[in-house]
């Protein structure tokens, strides 16, 4: 088993987590956009934008990872996304919000460091999945031609 296969099936777990994410977002998205807007951060217009978006773009960021396809940029948007739910998350902690992280739709607790933590777990195996999987391409030199079998 080499490097890509490694980072391949971290791909597939993250995957599977953005996919379980979404299924909840996509059908009660009231429930989501209540969710969107406790965090108090955008605007009514812009809170149903982001609410209509996300859960798609996670949807469609989960099936490129499950299927393999175009993997290397669903996990960019996937360590993008992580970035943000901690980004939102930590807000929500440092004012005081008592609020649902709204990570998989509503319902799983309020906003504490373990949400925070996992949201960090998830953004570090995007980066390490992507590490595995680009830095097992191989790239023609001048000494190694991508022709080259040796």
Known sequence: MNRRDVGRYVSVVIGLVFL????RKLHF?????????SYEL???ETGVYLSILLPWLEFVVGICLVVDMLTEGALVISAVLCLAFVG????????GLTISCSCFGGGEGIVSYTTI?????????SAVSLWLIVSNVRRPTILRPLNDTA
């Open 29 to 37: 998205p009231y429930e989501f956009l209540g969710g969107v807007y």
């Open 20 to 23: 379980l994410a979404s299924w």
């Open 42 to 44: 955008v605007t009514r």
């Open 88 to 95: 939102a998350q930590a807000w929500a902690l440092w004012q």
């Open 117 to 125: 933590g996992r949201t960090i777990v998830l953004l570090a195996m």
